[in-house]
């Protein structure tokens, strides 16, 4: 599993914790403000299963209006409805974390600039560095190992915390505030105090593989992403073929998993959803590359956004998929405004791939499983295809 520290909504990192855009384990929300289609638009109305969540948001405002009203915590009435709910991605926000999300969304951050992924015997390990980023100026590199976290052992939690402490609650821990991080290379331990900073992140990163193949990256579906990614396809030189590698992508936007799919697509449908039992479709934009060979590289840390469009591809016969079985997280969630600014998000339906199947708790399994060297196997099987990876 592996993790980054951009913001991202999360029931298990609620208030008092900073929201980490995972990817790996985080629970990545597919549906954000304002990406699903609207609803005057035309789509199929067919019943699906009801969604997960038996309450609603007006009873989640209600519960928040009264507490207010006795002088209470609105969030904290609100987070006591959901959690009751047994409505497993429910979360409720206050005002400012949610709108550090929203900053998250448009590749904004606070934070030390490094990426993490759990490694054998519950080790964290350093996977990547934002350059000029505080980790970056204070020597970290790829394949540390964070040890420490202000003092505190690390080992065997979870990425996505180790991710949370370092980013701190923007309250208590804004820009400039310090986390000392303890660190081993090569057996050789030692300390260093970084200064959290106010970070802008490139979640596309494009680059050209030995034979000529184009490898785009995307860590996240923030704002831009789908653009960025059929940029790339473009700009890809002849019959190259593409490793279109979402390891790690935690999701975001459905709209920018749309358009990101549509680079592979010539319209048709990238997915369904249903809405309180109602399907809509989301589909391809017209136009995109459908000759170029397409392998797309995933892992346990492949979700929500990400898997729609690894269900779009594969299921489409646009690419053959390599690596392991995906995340999971095929739900969709809602935000509703409460009367102290807050926010609470309930589940209200879920997607499915082209050919019907469910991601929820099911995940996607590649076409090609393998646990170790995966893009090396990916650039193999490209290769095969024809893409010269």
């Given at each position: 599993m592996s993790g980054s520290e951009l913001p991202q909504r999360s029931r298990g990192v609620r208030r008092g914790a900073a929201l980490t855009f995972v990817f790996a384990s985080v629970l990545a929300t597919a549906a954000a403000t304002n990406s699903l289609p609207r609803s005057d638009e035309k789509s199929p109305v067919l019943p699906l299963r009801a969604a997960s969540s038996t309450v609603h948001g007006d009873d989640v405002a209600r519960a928040a209006a009264e507490a207010m009203a006795d002088g209470k915590s609105?969030?904290?009435?609100?987070?006591?409805?959901?959690?009751?709910?047994?409505?497993?991605?429910?979360?409720?926000?206050?005002?400012?974390?949610?709108?550090e999300f929203e900053q998250g969304l448009d590749g904004r951050y606070t934070g030390v600039g490094l990426a993490a992924r759990g490694a054998a015997g519950g080790?964290?390990?350093?996977?990547?560095?934002?350059?000029?980023?505080?980790?970056?100026?204070?020597?970290?590199?790829?394949?540390d190992t964070v040890r420490t976290v202000d003092g505190a052992s690390v080992a065997k939690r979870p990425v996505t915390e180790v991710m949370a402490l370092l980013r701190g609650?923007?309250?208590?821990?804004?820009?400039?505030?310090?986390?000392?991080?303890?660190?081993?290379?090569?057996g050789h331990r030692w300390t260093r105090t970084l200064r959290r900073a106010e970070l802008t992140t490139e979640p596309v990163t494009v680059g050209t593989l030995p034979g000529g193949a184009r490898l785009i990256r995307?860590?996240?579906?923030?704002?831009?992403?789908g653009a960025r990614v059929r940029d790339?396809?473009?700009?890809?030189?002849?019959?190259?073929?593409v490793l279109?590698?979402?390891?790690?992508?935690?999701?975001?936007?459905?709209?920018?998993?749309?358009?990101?799919?549509?680079?592979?697509?010539?319209?048709?449908?990238?997915?369904?959803?249903?809405?309180?039992?109602?399907?809509?479709?989301?589909?391809a934009d017209p136009g995109g590359d459908t000759t170029r060979p397409l392998v797309v590289l995933v892992d346990s840390g492949t979700m929500s956004a990400a898997e729609l469009v690894t269900g779009a591809l594969q299921d489409r016969g646009r690419s053959i998929t390599v690596g392991a079985r995906t995340f999971g997280k095929g739900s969709v969630q809602m935000p509703s405004k409460l009367p102290d600014g807050s926010v609470a998000e309930l589940t209200v339906g879920h997607y499915r791939t082209p050919a019907g199947?469910?991601?929820?708790?099911?995940?996607?399994?590649?076409?090609?499983?393998?646990?170790?060297?995966?893009?090396?196997?990916?650039?193999?099987?490209?290769?095969g295809l024809g893409g010269n990876g």
């Open positions: 609105a969030t904290e009435a609100a987070e006591e409805v959901v959690s009751r709910s047994g409505d497993r991605w429910g979360a409720v926000y206050d005002k400012s974390e949610y709108e080790l964290i390990e350093v996977t990547r560095v934002q350059p000029g980023a505080p980790a970056a100026r204070a020597g970290i590199r790829a394949g609650d923007t309250r208590s821990a804004p820009a400039g505030s310090s986390v000392v991080l303890g660190l081993e290379r090569d995307v860590e996240a579906f923030t704002k831009g992403t790339a396809v473009l700009d890809a030189p002849g019959d190259a073929g279109l590698d979402l390891r790690g992508n935690g999701g975001g936007l459905v709209s920018e998993a749309v358009t990101a799919a549509s680079a592979f697509l010539d319209g048709g449908l990238v997915a369904t959803y249903d809405i309180n039992g109602e399907q809509r479709v989301l589909n199947h469910g991601v929820d708790g099911r995940g996607i399994t590649p076409d090609v499983q393998v646990s170790e060297r995966a893009q090396d196997r990916a650039r193999t099987v490209l290769s």
